[in-house]
């Protein structure tokens, strides 16, 4: 089993920047693929940024959002520049273990962690 917990989140202003944190449990977490997804009110669930061996982004986040892990640390990042009032979501973190194909959809993740909220204010 892996537990994920997702941290820093909050309000911040159009244009600003967050950085969120995932911790794993376990001691295997350089093999598990990470991703991170958000979903806003009353929208579906949509897929953000993976990361294995490699990265890779959903379209609206190119350029904005970077993706990066420190496995000494068991953890995911995301940070999040140039911040839009459209970014306001819950994001997760999710995992699953296995390095070799990068996945966004959410269906294959087998582990997620409980959520945490990002707005931005216009």
């Known amino acids: 089993q892996v537990q994920l917990v997702e941290s820093g989140g909050g309000l911040v202003q159009a244009g600003g920047s967050l950085r969120l944190s995932c911790v794993a449990s376990?001691?295997?977490?350089?093999?598990?693929?990470m991703g991170w997804f958000r979903q806003a009110p009353g929208k579906e669930r949509e897929f953000v940024a993976v990361i294995s061996w490699s990265t890779r982004y959903a379209d609206f986040v190119k350029g904005r959002f970077t993706i990066s892990r420190d496995n000494a640390k068991n953890t995911v990042y995301l940070q999040m520049n140039s911040l839009k009032p459209e970014d306001t979501a819950t994001y997760y973190c999710a995992a699953y273990r296995g390095m070799t194909v990068m996945m966004s959809n959410d269906y294959n993740y087998d582990y997620w962690g409980q959520g945490t909220q990002v707005t931005v204010a216009s």
């Open positions: 376990g001691r295997t977490f350089s093999i598990y693929t």
